[in-house]
C-alpha cells in the first residue's frame, strides 16, 4: 500500500508571532523562498524584475530528511541534524542579504511525520525563523504558478506534475476557454486558488489535481527489498499508477490530443532532459524550456536500465547526488507517459520556491502582470 499521510495531522504550531516585514513593498526588495522537502533543502533568493524574477543568490543541498521516515513514521536525529545544518547556511544568506520578505516551507516529509512539531521548534531555536507546513493543494498550486512562462499560447490542455521526494502533485487544467494570449497570465492568477474566480478575466479551469504520496524517495523505500534493477524499477512504475485511480483524467485518459502540453518540474525531469542533451556539466539555459517526446524520455530511460547501478552511478549527466533516486523519478515519469503519451513535454528547471516568489511579489504588486 502507498503511504498514508496522518489524518488531519498539523503538526505546526497554530499561533506563532513572525516579524511583520515593511509595510509599504518597495520594488527593489529582495524577497526569499525557502522549500525544504523530503531530499532537499533549496533556497532562492530575488528580486521582481518586470514579469521575470532576477535571482540575487541561491542554495540547494540534500539533506535527505525523510530517510527512515517510511519505517518508523518519524523523523530521524541525522536527518534533522542534516537539515538544521543546511538551514543555518540559508539563515545567514537571509542576514548577509537583509531579506525581509519571505516565505520558508516544509513539505511531505514534515505533513507525514509523527515528531514534525519538534523539528519546527528546534530549526526556529536554532535558526531563528520559523518554517510554514504547508498543505497538498498549496503545494501543488505555487508549482502551478511556476511554471506560467512555460505554458504555450497553443495549449488548451495542460498537466503540470512535480515529482518531488515525498509527494508528487499533477494538476489538469482546462485553458479551452482563454484566449490564447491570455493563457500564461491565467496560469499565474492560480496563485489565489484553484477554485478562485476573477470575474473580469478569462480563467483557467482546475479539472482535478492530485497529491500522490510516493515520490522519489518514498517510492524507492516500498521497494528496497527487490533486487532485480528492471523488475524493481516496473514494480514501482505500475505501483504509482495504481495510485491515479482517484485523478479523474486518469479515468479519461484517451491518449495524445491536440493541444495537449505537459510540464514536468521535478530534478528526474531536469536529469532526463540533461541526459538526452549529453550534458556533462549542467546548464539551466539548455535544460529550462526544453521539448521532448514520449519517445525520447523513454529513450533515456531505457538507458539508465542499461547501465545498471553501477553505471549509474558513474554516469555524469546524473550526478553522484541524483543516482539513487533516478530510477524511481524514472518509474513515476514512465507511468505518467504511459497513461498521456506526448510530443509536448516541456522540461522546468523551477518549482516551489519560484511559485512562492511569484505568490509573494504578485500579492504585494510588485512584479508585472503582463505576456512573459
Known amino acids: 500500500m502507498a503511504p498514508r499521510r496522518p489524518a488531519g495531522a498539523r503538526p505546526f504550531p497554530t499561533a506563532v508571532e513572525r516579524p511583520a516585514p515593511k509595510t509599504n513593498p518597495d520594488p527593489a526588495d529582495l524577497y526569499a523562498a525557502l522549500d525544504l522537502g523530503t ?29 527512515g521516515l517510511e519505517a518508523s513514521g518519524q523523523l530521524s536525529r541525522s536527518s534533522m541534524a542534516r537539515a538544521v545544518g543546511a538551514l543555518k547556511i540559508c539563515q545567514k544568506k537571509l542576514s548577509r542579504h537583509n531579506v525581509q520578505r519571505m516565505r520558508l516551507v516544509a513539505t511531505e516529509a514534515c505533513r507525514r ?11 526556529h531555536r536554532e535558526c531563528g525563523f520559523w518554517l510554514d507546513i504547508i498543505e497538498p493543494e498549496e503545494e501543488a498550486r505555487l508549482a502551478v ?38 493563457r500564461p497570465r491565467a496560469i499565474m492568477r492560480l496563485h489565489t486558488g ?56 486518469y479515468r479519461d485518459a484517451d491518449g495524445v490530443r491536440e493541444g495537449f502540453q505537459i510540464i514536468g518540474t521535478s530534478g528526474t525531469v531536469t536529469t532526463v532532459a540533461a541526459s538526452h542533451l549529453g550534458l556533462k556539466r549542467y546548464d539551466r539555459n539548455k535544460v529550462d524550456g ?14 539508465y536500465l542499461a547501465m545498471g547501478p553501477e553505471g549509474r552511478r558513474a554516469d555524469v549527466r546524473i550526478g553522484r547526488d541524483r543516482h539513487a533516486l533516478i530510477m524511481s523519478g524514472a518509474a513515476i515519469l514512465q507511468a505518467l507517459l504511459r497513461v498521456w503519451p506526448t510530443d509536448r513535454l516541456s522540461v522546468a528547471d523551477r518549482g516551489l520556491r519560484e511559485g512562492l516568489l511569484y505568490a509573494q511579489m504578485s500579492a504585494d504588486g510588485v512584479i508585472e502582470d503582463g505576456p512573459f
Open 39 to 67: 531530499n532537499s533543502c533549496r533556497m532562492l533568493i530575488a528580486q521582481p524584475k518586470g514579469t521575470q524574477l532576477h535571482v540575487v543568490d541561491s542554495f540547494s543541498k540534500s539533506v535527505q530528511l525523510g530517510t
Open 113 to 123: 511525520a509523527s515528531n514534525a512539531h519538534e523539528f519546527i521548534k528546534l530549526v
Open 145 to 182: 504558478v511556476s511554471c506560467a512562462p512555460l505554458v504555450s499560447t497553443r495549449t488548451e490542455q495542460l498537466l503540470v506534475m512535480d515529482i518531488g521526494g515525498g509527494s508528487t502533485e499533477l494538476v489538469w487544467i482546462d485553458l479551452s476557454r482563454v484566449p490564447p494570449i491570455e
Open 194 to 249: 484553484f477554485t478562485a474566480v476573477h470575474s473580469d478575466l478569462p480563467g483557467a479551469k482546475v479539472v482535478d489535481w492530485i497529491s500522490v504520496p510516493l515520490g522519489v524517495a518514498t517510492l524507492k523505500d516500498q521497494f528496497m527489498d527487490v533486487q532485480d534493477d528492471a523488475a524493481r524499477f516496473a514494480l514501482m512504475s505500475w505501483f504509482f499508477e495504481e495510485n491515479l485511480a482517484s485523478f479523474s483524467p
Open 290 to 303: 526544453l521539448r521532448m517526446t514520449s519517445d525520447q524520455i523513454d529513450g533515456v530511460i531505457q538507458s
